[in-house]
């Protein structure tokens, strides 16, 4: 692998003595993601393997280049699972990419995001040298802890070379209910939920339908599954991993945004189609792009105290990104600066240069 590193440093260095850009890739599978990617391709699939797993530690740490899908199968072996249960675009799917992109699946309301299962990671900068950060265990550290920083940065700050995350034991049990009901009262019934000590480690509420999945201990999820009562959601594990993967039928639109509110934020009053997880608070909107829709639908996600991201849409001139606040920006350039003095590692796949000056 040394040979692999070093040909990374070499066209690292290379590009940032002439300024050039680079595209950091692995499988490709989320090129859509972000804005669109420009430079020429640094192709991490070569540096690919799991280093170690732990199992009885609950960690693995792998190479960038390494596919999801070999990681997910590992951990199949032992009963183990990521939790936050990345979506997976295709067999492409690299571990790099899924930490660069951040995206969570509907565990993420119960379980946490994918910052909150970073471990470590071994990051190469702009100019070339290899940097470790964190460790194999959970614990503080003073200042920024840049390996939870490297999530959802879409290689803005270096080239992600390996990650140590924590992983999960598979439930035990589970199971999952479905509510016909009203998007107000499904919001009302999911937080109240959420006060309460019930096993939910998913939710979405889909054309007058909520949907609960239930995982834990069996006698947990049974007595959940009386007091809620609701009927059995058919073809639960399918239902849920269209979800993940986001191949369920909501999903087939031109142009998707995803607004982040806060659970107990009321029903947006927002033209086109809605599809809401995790607890309310992630709401898949199905609507237009242009500069007048996109600024109506940021200026009501932020007046309910969230942000909106162009999801997926042929046109991304409005920016895929919700605007950053100014003190925000300027620590976001600071550590670019620092990480990537030339600015080379994908530039404007996260802001274009005007949103950020």
Not at 10 to 34: E, M
Not at 40 to 48: E, I, K, N, Q
Not at 247 to 252: M, S
């Amino acid at each position: 692998m040394q040979a692999i590193v070093e040909q990374f440093q070499t066209q690292v260095r290379g590009a940032t003595a002439a300024k050039t850009p680079l595209r950091i890739r692995g499988g490709g599978t989320k090129d859509w993601y972000g804005n669109a990617p420009v430079g020429a391709v640094l192709d991490t699939r070569a540096h690919s393997g799991v280093v170690a797993y732990e199992p009885t530690e609950l960690v693995v740490t792998a190479r960038c280049g390494t596919p999801l899908a070999e990681i997910e199968a590992l951990l199949a072996q032992r009963q183990q699972m990521l939790a936050f249960e990345p979506p997976r675009y295709g067999a492409g799917s690299t571990i790099g990419g899924v930490v660069a992109s951040a995206l969570s699946g509907p565990r993420r309301a119960s379980a946490g995001a994918l910052r909150d299962f970073m471990l470590g990671a071994v990051l190469m900068d702009g100019r070339g040298e290899v940097l470790r950060f964190g460790g194999q265990v959970m614990k503080n550290v003073a200042g920024y802890d840049v390996s939870r920083l490297l999530a959802g940065s879409l290689g803005t700050l270096g080239l992600i070379m390996e990650v140590s995350l924590k992983v999960l034991p598979l439930p035990v049990r589970e199971a999952s209910l479905r509510f016909e009901m009203g998007e107000i009262e499904a919001l009302a019934k999911l937080n109240d939920w959420a006060g309460q000590p019930l096993p939910i480690s998913a939710s979405c509420w889909h054309r007058g339908v909520l949907s609960l999945r239930l995982s834990g201990a069996g006698a947990a999820v049974e007595a959940a599954q009386r007091k809620l009562g609701g009927a059995a959601l058919p073809e639960a594990e399918a239902f849920w991993s269209s979800l993940r993967d986001q191949r369920h039928g909501f999903f087939d639109c031109a142009s998707l945004w995803r607004l982040s509110l806060p659970p107990q934020a009321s029903a947006m009053v927002l033209s086109g189609e809605q599809l809401i997880e995790w607890g309310g608070a992630q709401r898949w909107l199905a609507a237009d792009a242009d500069a007048g829709r996109a600024a109506q639908i940021r200026a009501n996600a932020a007046a309910a105290g969230g942000h909106a991201t162009l999801f997926r849409a042929a046109d991304k001139s409005v920016g895929a990104f919700h605007p950053m606040a100014p003190a925000v920006a300027r620590v976001n350039q600071l550590l670019c600066r620092e990480f990537d003095p030339a600015g080379i590692f994908n530039p404007g796949r996260m802001y274009l240069a005007e949103t950020l000056s």
